[in-house]
């Protein structure tokens, strides 16, 4: 089956950066739109930002000028690049992926999350 192991989180303080990475491992599979979403204490769970597998973004309004998402194909990897963090975007990050595994036909997977906390 497939995993998606999350990593990068953490501590950092007001106007600092953190880069987020998400590998997809396991089975045959082939990797279509990859996103990044987050979820504060007490809030929903809302988009930060997508990729397709072309490349084409998409971002929050929220984060755009500040967060880049991107993605290596080559080994399966989504990648957030967090500028001018906001004390306000503290949160636990979630990697999800959609995806053709072998067999089973079009899935869709979620990351078990990472925390990143902006705080002085």
């Known amino acids: 089956q497939v995993q998606l192991a999350e990593s990068g989180g953490g501590l950092v303080q007001p106007g600092g950066s953190l880069r987020l990475s998400c590998e997809a491992s396991?089975?045959?599979?082939?990797?279509?739109?990859m996103g990044w979403y987050r979820q504060a204490p007490g809030k929903q769970r809302e988009l930060v930002g997508t990729i397709t597998k072309g490349g084409s973004t998409n971002y929050a309004d929220s984060v755009k000028g500040r967060f880049t998402i991107s993605r290596d194909n080559a080994v399966n990897t989504l990648y957030l690049q967090m500028n001018s963090l906001k004390p306000e975007d503290t949160a636990v990050y979630f990697c999800?992926?959609?995806?053709?595994?072998?067999?089973?036909?079009?899935?869709?997977?979620w990351g078990q999350g990472t925390q990143v906390t902006v705080s002085s």
């Open positions: 396991g089975s045959a599979f082939s990797i279509n739109t």
């Open positions: 999800h992926a959609d995806l053709f595994v072998y067999v089973l036909g079009k899935r869709d997977y």
